[in-house]
């Protein structure tokens, strides 16, 4: 089993479209969650941050952990072909440097 | 200043060649990392630089070998490349030598090995 799971996807939607990007973790060590954008041919680029349970918003981006069920989410509202791009969930222990990845999930939305 | 800068941005490179890549950050970041993508996979860390100290991925082999000659500077030296060596080369680094606070990645070097 993998430490992080993520639905590669594609995923494609419309314009102004809920964009809804999930993942699950098994490690229970597991403290600190990230949401990265990449754009083709691009490095990855830092969208969310958050080591608590709860909702944290950034403008259009809701970032979402449940630790309890060892799940987190990221919310696109009002999407713009401009989203279009891999995102990555990335986990950090506690007391490790490690960035563990999911596969990434490719999100193409449509004008 | 809040970017990662890798160079070059692509690279091409026989078997028998010798090559590095470099990479240089100028947000006082105390960690820095390596990290090889294949297409449509994510990032694999290769080795990871934090206070100095280098920790490397027991899978990694040996024609890579990282060098960091400063706290902004860190390079990464190929010799006797094989053809699935070729992919992006990422570099990021980290404000937290722990990695809390996310990492900031550069653009990559592309490396097609011939």
């Known amino acids: 089993q993998k430490e992080v799971e993520q639905d590669p996807g594609p995923l494609s939607v419309p314009e102004g479209a809920i964009v809804s990007l999930n993942c699950t973790y098994s490690?229970?060590?597991?403290?600190?969650f990230m949401w990265y954008r990449q754009y083709s041919r691009k490095g990855p680029e830092l969208l969310m941050y958050?080591?608590?349970?709860g909702n944290k918003e950034d403008g259009r981006f809701t970032a979402q952990v449940d630790k309890s069920s060892k799940y987190i989410s990221l919310f696109i509202r009002d999407s713009q072909p401009s989203d279009s791009a891999t995102y990555l969930c990335a986990i950090v222990e506690t007391s490790g440097s490690r960035l563990t990845f999911g596969e990434g999930t490719q999100l193409t939305v449509n004008p | 200043d809040t970017e990662v800068t890798q160079t070059p941005k692509h690279l091409v490179m026989g078997m028998t060649n010798k090559k590095s890549l470099k990479c240089e950050q100028h947000m006082g970041h105390r960690a820095m990392y390596w990290y090889k993508q294949k297409a449509k996979k994510p990032p694999e860390l290769m080795f990871v630089?934090?206070?100095?100290?280098?920790?490397i991925n027991e899978s990694v082999p040996s024609r890579f070998s990282p060098e960091c000659p400063n706290s902004s500077l860190l390079n990464l030296h190929l010799h006797a490349l094989q053809p699935e060596d070729s992919a992006l080369y990422l570099c990021?680094?980290?404000?937290?030598?722990?990695?809390?606070?996310?990492?900031?990645f550069g653009s990559g070097t592309r490396l097609t090995v011939v």
């Open positions: 958050t080591y608590s349970s």
């Open positions: 990021a680094s980290s404000q937290a030598a722990q990695g809390h606070y996310g990492y900031t």
């Open positions: 490690n229970s060590a597991f403290q600190y």
């Open positions: 630089y934090s206070y100095e100290k280098l920790s």
